[in-house]
């Protein structure tokens, strides 16, 4: 049997199709942080259990939201109340956790959709996201922008779950990215002083890969517009148009945020050595 998982905090604006996607399950947990809007009406409308906790972070709150599935349950898609699985992610699904196999947890790539159309230039894409886990096989560690490791194999699903991180508005972007930049900067205070592992810059997890260069751009000037310039020129984002020229800028905004956060944390620090 499968349970679907979903962690929630004031989502009435998009969880209800997030919700009526997840038809192939026979189970769905809305793990919530207390919302205050109709979120958890639009849960018990879709007969969803329910369970509340306050959040701390997201590696825990994943965490206790995996360990809330009971073994009943062999398999848990884990999406976010703002990713919508496709028809084809569904088969797709279906299919690949009925062959018998040692993988334990499956990696979904996401299609970003900003002003009505798909941004797949300047969002970076593919992006490999852990949506699918063998029960009790799956651990999640790092606070934000998460890491997940898992007792057996990894595999990878070719269909799409279609993402629309911007359904609550700007304003709300500029907030929860607020809070985002807040609690990069104190992460990559900790991960400048670890070693780095070059090789892993040529590694062939996509993930690896993916986590070293973001190491490495910790160490290079000028960081928030070398990120701008990947992503608008060399990857492309200008292929999208007006609107992905302003995702471009968004990101620029947020990694300014992160970059100013991180150098007054060294200011306060110093101060107290």
């Not at 009526?20 to 919302?35: G, H, K, P, R, T």
């Not at 992610?89 to 159309?117: C, G, H, W």
């Not at 302003?246 to 945020?257: A, S």
Request: some cysteine.
């Amino acid at each position: 049997m499968i349970s679907a998982v979903i962690l929630t905090y004031n989502e009435e604006t998009i969880l209800d199709q997030c919700l009526s996607a997840l038809d192939f399950v026979d189970q769905i947990i809305v793990f919530d942080s207390f919302s205050t809007d109709g979120t958890l009406a639009i849960a018990k409308k879709h007969k969803a259990i329910i369970i509340q906790r306050p959040f701390d972070n997201y590696a825990a709150q994943r965490n206790a939201a995996l360990q809330s599935v009971t073994s009943d349950y062999d398999w848990i898609v884990m999406v976010d109340a703002d990713e919508i699985v496709t028809e084809a992610l569904k088969q797709e699904i279906l299919k690949s956790i009925a062959s018998p196999s040692n993988t334990t947890m499956y990696r979904v790539r996401r299609k970003d959709m900003f002003q009505d159309k798909w941004i797949k230039q300047s969002s970076g894409y593919p992006t490999w996201f852990p949506r699918v886990f063998k029960n009790g096989c799956v651990t999640v560690a790092r606070e934000i922008n998460e890491e997940y490791t898992t007792t057996g194999a990894e595999g990878v699903l070719q269909e799409h779950l279609i993402h629309y991180p911007f359904n609550k508005g700007l304003t709300w972007w500029f907030d929860k990215h607020n809070r985002y930049s807040e609690m990069e900067a104190n992460k990559m205070l900790q991960e400048v002083k670890e070693p780095l592992q070059f090789s892993n810059l040529f590694s062939k997890d996509p993930i690896v890969k993916r986590k070293t260069q973001k190491r490495v751009s910790y160490h290079l000037p000028f960081r928030p517009h070398l990120i701008f310039f990947a992503f608008y020129i060399i990857k492309g984002g200008f292929l999208n148009g007006k609107a992905g020229y302003t995702f471009c800028k968004l990101r620029f905004t947020y990694e300014t945020m992160i970059d100013l956060k991180f150098k007054e944390l060294k200011r306060q620090l110093n101060k107290q050595a």
